[in-house]
């Protein structure tokens, strides 16, 4: 069945740090592939996503590249900040599966002045 | 306009209690969920209805039982409310059938059973 494999935290980066988080997929089909953010006491929300091979997605200075290759979909920041603190989780939606969403298990990162 | 809403935003109550979760979308989405995040933020699927169907019902307790008055609220219903029940439950929405759309959460309701 579909799955999401991400990077298992937690993430400790000094301030303008490069991230990486890694996310690796498996789908039946042809999968959109996400990034959610969750800020503390709050929701998850979309960070960015991509619909189809080699589509990259970009969002707040975030981004990720649909790697069907590799069934990878890594988010990556040049230049981290404090704000950035937050849960991140890769999830995938495929139509095989009626638009089931399946999730990560979620990567706490935390940025130090 | 907060697209989706749940209601309330913070429950406190005893072990044996009955307790309800409300969620609304004004999005005018055909397909909404409940997703309980445990402490550890793992994030677990419970139900998705569309067009007020049930069609996602994962190995959850039959004390929990989601209701569908229409696709615009699916409620949480729980009953004989157990310590291992505490957690934050998100309700979201989304459009079915669009492989490209995404998912819309609400801000969660943290349950905490005593």
């Known amino acids: 069945g579909d799955s999401v494999t991400q990077m298992e935290g937690p993430v400790t980066l000094s301030e303008e740090a490069f991230l990486t988080i890694n996310c690796t997929y498996t789908a039946t089909g042809y999968p959109s592939l996400f990034w959610y953010v969750q800020y503390p006491g709050e929701g998850l929300q979309l960070l960015l996503k991509a619909t189809k091979a080699d589509d990259k997605g970009s969002n707040k200075g975030f981004e990720a590249t649909y790697r069907k290759e590799t069934t990878s979909f890594h988010l990556e920041k040049g230049s981290v900040q404090v704000s950035d603190s937050a849960v991140y989780f890769c999830a995938l939606s495929d139509l095989n599966t009626g638009n089931q969403f399946y999730f990560g298990t979620g990567t706490s990162l935390t940025v130090i002045p | 306009d907060t697209a989706v809403s749940q209601t309330p935003k913070y429950l406190v109550t005893q072990m044996g209690n009955d307790k309800s979760i409300k969620c609304e979308q004004n999005?005018?989405?055909?397909?909404m969920y409940w997703y309980k995040q445990d402490s550890k933020k793992f994030l677990k699927i419970m139900f998705s209805?569309?067009?007020?169907?049930?069609?996602i019902n994962e190995t959850v307790p039959n004390r929990f039982s989601p209701k569908s008055p229409d696709k615009a609220h699916l409620n949480l219903h729980i009953n004989s409310l157990e310590l291992g029940d505490s957690a934050v439950y998100f309700c979201?929405?989304?459009?079915?059938?669009?492989?490209?759309?995404?998912?819309?959460f609400g801000e969660g309701s943290r349950l905490t059973v005593l």
């Open positions: 979201a929405s989304t459009e079915r059938g669009s492989n490209t759309g995404e998912l819309f």
């Open positions: 999005l005018g989405h055909d397909t």
């Open positions: 209805y569309n067009n007020k169907e049930l069609i």
